[in-house]
């Protein structure tokens, strides 16, 4: 037997009289098997007195704790030991007047406020459940009610036709026999913090654990607590970043946003609220994230980076938060957090259990050149680092070009940095040899688990999509006018928005009037050059009504860029195209890009994506067909001017 120690799981080399206290655990947790003759390792050594151990358990356990446990003898060929499976108790079992309860792999007493909890869950009732005397729906805020009746469209869609606010607390269970429950009170009140005082977060700058710079307190109901911490911690105490990427200038939170905004949720909703408040802690390295209240007895730290259920310590106020639609209800929170750093570049956040309740670390890029000298990197190896950061991959060649140093001096600093687990060495040695940041590092991505980061992602979004369709609806469009028209007015008007002044940056390049731009389709066409971009959409728009009646089932939108006679002459002229071309038809459509082949003179057409008319083109999707786009151009130009000796 090697099975690990866990929550119903417990080794004892041999019986003593403190092995009541697991037994009484397991009876006030989940049950569980407490095994006699077998070590801490799970390897069987064997009992003595078998014979007067099986008689005289039963009875320590009856006269200890009031009820008989099932006591084996079993046997496997390395010795004989005993089983003494305990069955959960409804009722709260004590030992010597002190309650024992099992958390992950450990048995421990319980005291204070934690007592008090398991003594009210026994009893059949949780915290968040009870009423509140005294409280009215006077103290209830109807604008937050409102509130949860527009973010509650898709998955509680009864709330925005109950006009009636007591009807929708009743229907959410939040009301009973008229009265108000503490879990109504700290979703919907105007103050909660009056009859909960922990109903709270803080907020401070820490320059280092003992000195504070900043505070604030965000108070009000917890869906305003969500939304206010957010904001805080965006005006006050976090930075934005900005990058360039491709043509556009981008700027992103030090830390991922949705990770920031799952663990806020998360410590609300986890919070037990007979203890402190949360308390979030911004430091010059990191911000951690604490909120009381343990992990349940079925989940470890290393179950969090894995699947596993949702366990919420307030089911009220989780399914209030889920039908929001502002969590999920399958316990992916926490991978959730773990995905969005590791896309961000940064370090897997650290959850750790201490003083009674649970913290979270999020840590920032952890190469930065103070901590890389720290590590004993050269200043070649610095440099090398922070170039992988921005491009991800690297190559012998590369690294003598950036560093101006030999092959064998540039291959003996990337083998040290391989052996230090900074970068990982993709491909034989030789010219197909690059070398990636590994998982997990700023910028990093790891090429050896790209697949296994696009199925995840997609999984995810897929997960996300399926989760917010209501099964009683059926959405299904078929292309005509009115159809096409609603398209074009929304996100396809967009799309022009984002695609043509990118192209119109490369005119400056070319001689003006040898080069145009046209945009086509099967009922409209117009063709320009540098012209403003509204008056474009406007002119297509006017051509294509007078077609509208040709829009039967099928149409094809084509934005189509041409260049030609370069400024600064060479050996001879030269032309190109890009194009970005929807097919729409029936019920869904398709979107084609051109791609400039690495180094050949030959585009080839790769395929966007494809889905039903009613599913537009998001913002972020068009900003990245926009980028992809001008990469492409810039590649051409780059390309051509090379190839035909301008440069």
Not at 195 to 210: H, N, Q, Y
Request: hydrophobic share 35%; proline share 2%.
């Amino acid at each position: 037997m090697k099975k690990l120690e866990n929550h119903n799981t417990e080794y004892k080399r041999s019986w003593h009289d403190d092995c009541l206290k697991t037994i009484c655990a397991f009876a006030n947790t989940h049950g569980g098997t407490l095994y006699i003759g077998i070590d801490d390792k799970g390897h069987t050594k064997g009992v003595e007195n078998l014979k007067q151990l099986l008689q005289e358990i039963p009875n320590k356990v009856e006269n200890s704790l009031r009820f008989i446990p099932d006591v084996r003898l079993k046997k496997n060929k390395n010795g004989t030991y005993l089983a003494i499976h305990i069955k959960p108790h409804l009722s709260g079992v004590s030992l010597r007047e002190k309650i024992y309860v099992r958390s992950g792999s450990n048995t421990k007493e319980l005291k204070g406020v934690q007592l008090h909890r398991f003594l009210l869950e026994k009893s059949g009732q949780s915290w968040e459940s009870m009423i509140e005397e005294g409280a009215t729906l006077k103290d209830i805020d109807e604008k937050t009610i409102l509130h949860f009746k527009e973010l509650a469209l898709k998955r509680f869609p009864i709330a925005s036709k109950e006009k009636s606010t007591s009807n929708l607390l009743e229907k959410l269970g939040l009301l009973k026999k008229g009265k108000l429950t503490r879990a109504a009170l700290l979703l919907f009140a105007k103050d909660p913090h009056k009859l909960f005082t922990s109903a709270e977060i803080k907020i401070g700058r820490f320059i280092s654990d003992t000195d504070l710079q900043s505070t604030d307190v965000i108070e009000g109901n917890i869906f305003r607590q969500a939304e206010q911490a957010m904001e805080v911690l965006k005006n006050k105490y976090l930075v934005f970043n900005a990058h360039i990427e491709g043509l556009y200038r981008k700027e992103e939170l030090e830390y991922p946003e949705e990770a920031l905004r799952e663990a806020i949720l998360n410590a609300i909703i986890h919070k037990d609220y007979l203890g402190p408040h949360i308390q979030l802690r911004i430091y010059p390295d990191k911000l951690t994230l604490w909120n009381y209240g343990e992990l349940p007895s079925e989940l470890s730290i290393d179950r969090l980076k894995k699947q596993h259920r949702s366990l919420p310590r307030n089911k009220k106020i989780a399914d209030v938060f889920y039908k929001a639609g502002l969590i999920e209800s399958w316990g992916r929170g926490t991978i959730k957090i773990m995905e969005e750093c590791k896309k961000a570049g940064l370090p897997e956040p650290l959850y750790e259990e201490e003083e009674g309740g649970l913290t979270i670390t999020f840590r920032k890029d952890i190469y930065t050149e103070e901590q890389m000298k720290k590590m004993g990197l050269n200043e070649r190896q610095i440099k090398a680092v922070l170039y992988l950061k921005d491009y991800r991959k690297i190559t012998n060649t590369q690294y003598q070009k950036i560093c101006k140093t030999s092959k064998r001096t540039a291959s003996n600093d990337l083998q040290e940095l391989s052996e230090k687990k900074i970068v990982e060495k993709i491909g034989t040695t030789g010219k197909g040899a690059q070398y990636l940041m590994q998982r997990g590092n700023k910028g990093a991505k790891g090429a050896k688990n790209q697949i296994a980061d696009a199925i995840d992602k997609k999984l995810s979004l897929l997960e996300k999509d399926l989760d917010a369709i209501n099964p009683n609806d059926t959405i299904q469009q078929e292309l005509g006018k009115d159809v096409f028209f609603k398209i074009f007015d929304t996100w396809l008007s967009n799309l022009m928005r984002k695609l043509i002044p990118v192209a119109q940056r490369f005119n400056r390049l070319f001689r003006e009037g040898n080069h145009h731009i046209f945009v086509v389709n099967s009922i409209g066409k117009v063709t320009f050059t540098n012209e403003n971009v509204e008056d474009i959409i406007r002119k297509l728009r006017e051509d294509c009504q007078k077609h509208e009646n040709n829009i039967i089932g099928k149409a094809d939108f084509e934005i189509y860029f041409h260049y030609s006679r370069l400024n600064k002459g060479g050996l001879k002229e030269f032309a190109f195209g890009q194009a970005v071309k929807i097919i729409f038809q029936d019920i869904k459509y398709k979107v084609f890009m051109d791609e400039f082949s690495d180094g050949k003179e030959r585009n080839s057409v790769q395929q966007f994506d494809e889905r039903l008319l009613h599913k537009p083109l998001t913002e972020k999707e068009i900003n990245d067909l926009a980028r992809k786009m001008g990469e492409t151009l810039f590649e051409k130009v780059d390309y051509y001017t090379k190839k035909n000796g301008i440069r």
